[in-house]
């Protein structure tokens, strides 16, 4: 039998603390400002549709003019239309639109962080001109193909080539697990000069919706995280691309690894939202379900449970709060980043999963959300570089000795 539901005044309301420490009074007022822009759309746009799109596996691309409003696409890029932000800021913009929804928050990673990072640091003036403002306007939406089917972890191996050709380029090789490389209208394609080995990067565009011939992509089904966030499969078969569209300054794989290193830092933020978001439901669920005539936060598993998920919480807090500050005082190292992506996001994954053990069965239910934040993180324990990876590049950097080619 399921026991009688308990009067609403039986029910013990109070708030869940998420800033035990404090750390709110760190924010500025420019940045509690920002904090509650991303925050209304989330609550406003996002949280109210999103478990529907998940479900279906469609890209909320009705959201786009609203989010656009927002004002933060392009987050760190200064001028064209975007916003300057420090890494602070892009941090809390990530933390925020994880604690609502992991793929929407893919979605302006990887074309605010990944593309328009790029072009940012490494196009030339008349590249920036060209297509940062487009971009940060939302109009068009930028992909990053940097990952290909045989080459994940040690992508610095990337086999895709690029051949002179007249007064441009051909492209050659595949991609896999690229974000919105199907839909994209500006697709980054790194791929290995012929003439020399080294790996640039060039622009594929659409031109009247369509890519050049020779470029096929395909969106990858059946996944079971990051649902409304299509990732894709891209052949390309001698696509040409004008010698106008190879990114200026590009000139190695530690062009590539620049980026990553920057967006790195936030996904241990977007994993930090995660957590964030399980935890709330949990202390919430806690208060208001009722086993054996009490509400199970009365028990002292749950509340042990409970100690412990605030504890490993707070951790995350701190980490990301202090790397942010190395990195805008440019203080920052990649093994740092390493570390920092390495703990957040095992962490993260351990809070999302204590958080739906704790709703029990009815943690298995998108209406509840923590099912959702849990498989979106298995996806974010895996891209840009595995624990694995990211632990053998602190272990390089504590040792000296490098483990792996």
């Not at 609403?8 to 904090?35: F, K, M, N, Q």
């Not at 007249?166 to 690229?178: C, E, M, S, V």
Request: hydrophobic residues 40%; contains cysteine.
């Amino acid at each position: 039998m399921t026991a009688a539901p308990h009067p609403a005044e039986e029910v013990p309301t109070r708030p869940v603390d998420i800033d035990y420490y404090g750390l709110h009074e760190l924010l500025s007022d420019e940045d509690r400002e920002l904090v509650g822009r991303v925050r209304a759309f989330v609550q406003g746009e996002l949280l109210p549709v999103i478990n529907g799109y998940w479900e279906r596996a469609e890209f909320p691309q009705a959201l786009l003019p609203a989010f656009a409003k927002v004002g933060v696409a392009g987050t760190t890029v200064q001028g064209y239309g975007a916003p300057g932000l420090t890494q602070f800021q892009t941090g809390l913009v990530a933390m925020e639109l994880s604690r609502g929804d992991g793929s929407f928050n893919t979605v302006n990673a990887v074309h605010s962080g990944l593309v328009m990072g790029t072009l940012d640091r490494f196009g030339s003036e008349e590249q920036k001109q060209r297509w940062l403002p487009s971009l940060a306007r939302l109009d068009k939406l930028g992909a990053f193909g940097l990952t290909e089917p045989q080459h994940g972890s040690d992508s610095v191996r990337l086999e895709t080539s690029a051949r002179r050709s007249g007064d441009g380029y051909l492209l050659t090789g595949a991609k896999r697990w690229i974000g919105l490389g199907h839909i994209a209208d500006v697709v980054i394609i790194w791929a290995r000069d012929e003439a020399d080995g080294k790996v640039r990067g060039f622009v594929v565009e659409k031109t009247d919706g369509r890519y050049p011939d020779g470029f096929h992509a395909s969106p990858i089904l059946g996944k079971i995280g990051k649902r409304a966030v299509p990732q894709a499969d891209i052949r390309l078969d001698d696509v040409f691309v004008p010698h106008d569209n190879l990114i200026a300054h590009t000139r190695s794989f530690r062009d590539v690894s620049t980026v990553l290193s920057a967006t790195r830092s936030l996904v241990a933020w977007e994993a930090l939202g995660h957590a964030t978001a399980a935890y709330e439901i949990a202390a919430r669920y806690a208060l208001t379900r009722h086993q054996f005539g009490k509400p199970i936060a009365s028990f002292q598993l749950i509340q042990h449970k409970l100690a412990k998920m605030l504890g490993e919480l707070t951790s995350m807090q701190l980490l990301c709060f202090r790397s942010a500050a190395l990195q805008d005082s440019g203080r920052y190292r990649n093994a740092q980043a390493s570390l920092l992506k390495m703990h957040v996001c095992d962490r993260a994954r351990d809070l999302c999963r204590e958080a739906r053990d704790m709703l029990g069965g009815n943690g298995l239910l998108l209406e509840n959300d923590v099912a959702r934040h849990l498989t979106d993180m298995e996806v974010v324990h895996t891209y840009e570089g595995t624990d694995s990876i990211q632990s053998l590049i602190v272990g390089r950097d504590i040792t000296g000795i490098a483990a792996f080619a």
